[in-house]
C-alpha cells in the first residue's frame, strides 16, 4: 500500500493521508562501491521527509533498514548524510545556503551519490553537499540501495531514472 508506480516513477507515502510509519523499497542485492544516480521529487512540502539508503541492511522483524542515508527534506535535511538505525544522527551536514537555492520545489531533482571505500560523496543538482570518509572501520562497506519515504503528515517521494554504476574494488576516488 506503500509504493506504487506511477508516470515510469517509483512513488511511496500518500497525499492524501499521513504517512503511518518510514517505509523502504530496498534492493535484492548488495552493492560496495557505486555511483548511485536518480531523480527525485518530493511533495507535501514543507514537512515531507525521505531519502536514498546505501550500504543498508534490513533490521530483521522490523520495518526499519540499518545504514547511510542520503537525505531529503525541509527544513535543512536535504543533501545531509544520516545514520538510519544505527548511530541515528547526522554524519555531515550540507550547507542549506548552498543547497536551497539549487532545488527544484515541487519538481525533478538529480540526486549522484557515490561510495567508494570509506568515502563517501553526495551531489544534489551538480552541488556538492558532503563529502564523509567513514572513521569507523567496524562500519560495513556494502549492503543494500534503498528508497525511503519517512513516516509523518502526508508526503510522497518520487523516485525516477535510477543507475547504479559498480566501481572496481580497490579503486580510489578521485579528488
Known amino acids: ?9 517509483l512513488v511511496g507515502g500518500s497525499l492524501a493521508a499521513p504517512v503511518p510509519r518510514n517505509e523502504f523499497l530496498c534492493t535484492t542485492r548488495a552493492y560496495t562501491n557505486f555511483v548511485l544516480r536518480l531523480e527525485f521529487k518530493l511533495l507535501g512540502r514543507p514537512q515531507a521527509n525521505a531519502g536514498i539508503q546505501f550500504r543498508s541492511r534490513r533490521v530483521p522483524n522490523h520495518h526499519e533498514v540499518s545504514g547511510y542515508q542520503a ?3 525541509d527544513p535543512e535535511w536535504w543533501g545531509c548524510l544520516y ?3 544505527r548511530r541515528n544522527r547526522v554524519l555531515a551536514k550540507a550547507d542549506p545556503a548552498k543547497v536551497l537555492p ?3 520545489a515541487d519538481g525533478w531533482n538529480e540526486y549522484v551519490i557515490r561510495a567508494e571505500g570509506p568515502r563517501v560523496q553526495l551531489w544534489i543538482n551538480g552541488t556538492p553537499t558532503v563529502d564523509y570518509t567513514e572513521a569507523d572501520a567496524d562500519i560495513p562497506q556494502s549492503g543494500l540501495i534503498g528508497l525511503q519515504i519517512h513516516g509523518g503528515p502526508p508526503s510522497e517521494a518520487w523516485y525516477r531514472n535510477l543507475t547504479i554504476e ?4 580497490g579503486n580510489r576516488s578521485a579528488d
Open 102 to 104: 539549487q532545488l527544484r
Open 1 to 9: 500500500k506503500t509504493w506504487r508506480i506511477v508516470d515510469q516513477a
Open 71 to 73: 537525505d531529503l527534506g
Open 166 to 169: 559498480e566501481l572496481p574494488p
Open 83 to 85: 545514520d538510519e538505525s
